[in-house]
């Protein structure tokens, strides 16, 4: 599943690189104060890829550090319930089957 990834990931930077060549060309960037800056395309679809990709990756690690810690738990609790040994005495061989007449 991991090779998947690494070819969907190769492709969208093909796909990008191909066009930061093809479009590098100086856009106007109105600023706060009123000032004008000139930004090459390629550099604003970055940055307005980065910023509405960050949430999502700190909301992917958040979720996963939150399952490792439920995990954590279960594991712990299971291996105390385990090491404490059986609750109920096992049978015997005398109480397991009734007396024959």
């Known amino acids: 599943m991991s090779i998947v990834r690494w070819i969907v990931f190769g492709a969208a930077l093909a796909v990008f690189v191909l066009f930061a060549f093809s479009n590098w060309t100086p856009v106007p ?19 307005a890829f980065a910023l509405g990709w960050l949430p999502v990756l700190l909301m992917h690690l958040a979720a996963r550090a939150s399952w490792r810690r439920r995990t954590a738990k279960v594991e712990r609790l299971l291996d105390d319930a385990l090491s404490a040994g059986p609750r109920v005495a096992p049978p015997t061989a005398t109480t397991a089957f009734p007396p024959v007449p």
């Open 29 to 47: 960037l109105v600023l706060p104060d009123g000032g004008r800056g000139f930004v090459p395309l390629p550099v604003i679809v970055f940055v």
